[in-house]
């Protein structure tokens, strides 16, 4: 009679389990790699977008009044980074240099002007014209100029981008740039501007009608 000894469960070394743990990271981090490498693996598994959208529908109309006496071109450069507040920037961080470049109008609302902001003298050759002072208008960012200079990402954010629909998203830079670009606007004079300009405008237009002396004042 055969009398089978069994065998205590045998121990995996803390070392094994180590090198292990080492091996699974390695090859985590050498897939991304591939994949960033060789862009057609993952088109393989990318998705393709089809516009079926309908027309335009025209839904109002709305007057515009305003003159737009001046424009200014910016440039501005973010240099964005976020970073996990318990781990290194090689796992999980990321840092984007970007570019932005982008227009601010500066304009004089006419619409605002009554028939009170308005003086004529008797015989029609002096004229007074009260205005508005000028305002800035939004800041319209140019994506066809700007541009990403450096992305760096940790391997928790690549691995991320890979079931991301939206990958490398740089909306977070772009809200940056313009707000940077309307600040920028505020402090440049471009109203200052915008309110030469029409005066300029006012006077060369009633002289063409016959006026002498065209005096043009901004005020609230």
């Known amino acids: 009679m055969t009398t089978s000894i069994e065998r205590p469960p045998r121990r995996v070394p803390g070392w094994a389990k180590a090198v292990g743990a080492l091996v699974l990271v390695l090859a985590v981090l050498f897939a991304g790699i591939r994949l960033a490498v060789l862009p057609g693996i993952k088109d393989l598994f990318g998705t393709e977008s089809h516009d079926r959208s309908g027309p335009a529908l025209l839904r109002a109309v709305q007057d515009m009044s305003r003159y737009d006496a001046a424009s200014g071109s910016f440039q501005v450069v973010v240099d964005l980074e976020k970073d996990a507040k318990y ?3 090689a796992i ?3 840092r984007t240099l970007y570019v ?10 006419l619409g605002q002007v009554g028939d009170e902001d308005v003086t004529v003298d008797g015989d029609r050759t002096s004229a007074t014209l009260r205005l508005p002072h000028a305002r800035l208008g939004g800041p319209a960012l140019d994506t066809d100029h700007s541009y990403a200079v450096s992305k760096q990402r940790g391997l928790l954010d690549r691995l991320g981008d890979l079931f991301s629909d939206n990958p490398n998203s740089e909306q977070a830079v772009q809200r940056l740039a313009v707000k940077h670009i309307g600040e920028a606007a ?3 004079g471009l109203t200052a501007r915008a309110e030469t300009n029409t005066t300029r405008m006012l006077q060369g237009l009633l002289k063409s009608l016959g006026f002498t002396q065209v005096r043009v004042t901004y005020g609230s």
């Open 87 to 89: 781990l290194p920037d």
């Open 92 to 94: 999980r961080g990321t």
């Open 100 to 109: 932005g470049a982008g227009t601010v109008d500066a304009y004089v609302d």
């Open 186 to 188: 505020r402090g440049s």
